[in-house]
């Protein structure tokens, strides 16, 4: 049953990466939602600012569909107390379950995760989807925790998650595509 709901189901692509990503990296990152959306998937974020935020508005621009996943417990928490645009999402899910709450139902709601930029929350959401066996993109060039993922691998020894680097959004989501087209078999 759960194959053939998997069939019809849209796949969801992750993004997840800095607040405080720089102009290039948000520039890569609006073009990585474009690719996501041009790609056919759905695109989900943690419903943040920068990074995912330049990735949710590339994958609307793009005719897209777009999903946040808030720490917040509502719509007001979202915007007042953590300081997240509510514009650009199709939905957002209130999760009322913090940072890493969060981050597990981001993570676990994906079929696959593109890393660009970031921080440790960043970092919290790779291990995760590692944990959780996703296949993972890394968008190079964007600076902050993606410039460090290939040595974190190396350094930890991670012999089996499915792991592609690249500058180019397209070639990123291309190899996803058929790793997850290998996992609905």
């Not at 719509?75 to 007042?80: D, F, G, I, K």
Request: hydrophobic share 40%; charged share 20%.
């Amino acid at each position: 049953m759960r194959n053939s709901m998997a069939k019809i189901m849209q796949k969801m692509i992750a993004v997840c990466g800095g607040k405080k990503a720089g102009r290039k990296a948000l520039k890569s990152c609006e073009e990585l939602g474009r690719a996501i959306a041009l790609g056919g998937f759905h695109l989900v974020t943690g419903a943040t600012i920068g990074a995912s935020h330049a990735a949710a508005q590339g994958a609307r621009k793009a005719g897209g569909k777009t999903l946040g996943i808030s720490p917040a417990k509502s719509a007001e928490e979202h915007v007042l107390e953590y300081g997240y645009p509510v514009e650009g999402f199709d939905e957002i899910i209130f999760t009322g379950k913090g940072f890493v709450g969060r981050n597990i139902e981001l993570v676990k709601a994906s079929d696959a995760v593109v890393f660009a930029s970031g921080g440790i929350g960043t970092l919290n959401e790779f291990t995760l989807a590692i944990m959780m066996k996703k296949p993972i993109g890394i968008l190079s060039g964007t600076g902050g925790f993606s410039s460090s993922a290939k040595a974190i691998m190396k350094s930890i020894g991670e012999k089996y998650a499915k792991v592609c680097y690249s500058r180019k959004p397209a070639k990123i989501i291309q190899k996803l595509r058929k790793w997850i087209r290998g996992m609905m078999v």
